[in-house]
């Protein structure tokens, strides 16, 4: 082989260390894998590791002793901790994160099931304990068995009023939202209240719609407002269920008649899927050009129970 082409190892470009701080979790563990020097860049610069969020795949691996490696990087600088669906946490790995951060500002453990409502109350008091008062919001989204003195506990440290939380609208904007830090932009306090309709501590959900507005239903009292398990939504705008029924889904999701009609349908069954299952309208190789067939259609027409573009019921 020719010796003028084997190329020399060279440092990676200047650009890939300005993208550094734009890259998730996930993604710097890696990119830390690929040379020397961005290892050396993703392990001593503290700002890459003031806000931390955890979410998709990584999730379900990080345990406290992962956590607690990854939190350490903050140097006690850490600002945000956002924990989405981290189901091995437990609260003593939890206490232990914010013993070695007394300064975070925001805490998101949404879908951590193996954390306490006592756990969190104790992470928050400790946070909220000390002179600065740094903590201004929490995400709970999903906790199990927080009750009302939990919920006036936490809204004390907080410096609000339980029975009056001056909240921004919570609008629901699907379970991928859910599921996700990226919401609508609102960023309150608290993410969880009383449900009027319910009484119990959950997420509780306001109505988008103009009518429901105009109606002053942003009230506590409102009749549209309560939390998904007493008001179903619609999963693509969020609207509430008084005055009309839902129209039937191919995924099964609630749809409400405006957003029914604006969605692409099925060939067959005419049921459209939510944007949330949109990708599986693409997976069936017996659609045309017009349209695409569910999977439910799919199946039937393999078990020869459809054909031609009707359905044919036994």
């Not at 701080?21 to 990119?31: Q, R, S, T, W």
């Not at 994160?97 to 954390?115: A, E, G, M, S």
Request: proline share 5%; with cysteine.
């Amino acid at each position: 082989m020719d010796p003028s082409l084997i190329l020399e190892p060279q440092d990676p470009h200047e650009a890939m260390f300005f993208v550094l701080p734009y890259l998730k979790l996930l993604e710097l563990v890696m990119i830390s894998q690929v040379c020397r020097p961005l290892r050396d860049a993703v392990e001593n610069d503290v700002l890459l590791w003031q806000h931390i969020f955890v979410e998709g795949p990584s999730s379900l691996r990080i345990d406290d002793c992962v956590l607690l490696k990854i939190t350490s990087k903050a140097q006690g600088r850490l600002r945000t901790l956002a924990l989405m669906n981290c189901v091995r946490i437990t609260d003593d790995g939890l206490h232990q994160v914010i013993v070695n951060n007394p300064h975070i500002v925001k805490l998101f453990v949404p879908f951590c099931t193996q954390l306490t409502p006592d756990g969190i109350v104790k992470a928050v008091e400790r946070l909220t304990d000390l002179h600065e008062h740094n903590l201004k919001s929490i995400r709970l989204q999903d906790i199990h068995n927080i009750t009302k003195e939990h919920l006036k506990t936490l809204c004390s440290c907080l410096g609000l009023n339980s029975d009056e939380q001056k909240q921004p609208p919570n609008i629901y904007l699907g379970f991928e939202h859910l599921r996700s830090f990226k919401r609508n932009g609102v960023d309150g306090a608290i993410d969880i209240g009383v449900c009027p309709k319910c009484d119990s501590v959950r997420t509780v959900f306001d109505c988008p719609r103009e009518t429901c507005g105009k109606r002053g239903r942003w009230s506590p009292l409102s009749a549209c407002r309560g939390c998904f398990h007493c008001i179903p939504r619609c999963e693509e705008c969020g609207g509430c269920n008084i005055f009309e029924e839902y129209e039937e889904s191919a995924c099964l999701d609630y749809l409400c008649l405006e957003c029914w009609l604006r969605l692409p349908k099925c060939n067959l069954c005419n049921r459209p899927y939510c944007s949330r299952h949109a990708c599986m309208s693409g997976s069936s190789s017996n659609a045309g050009l017009g349209g695409f067939i569910c999977e439910d259609c799919s199946a039937e027409i393999m078990d020869g129970r459809a054909f031609t573009g009707w359905r044919i019921y036994e």
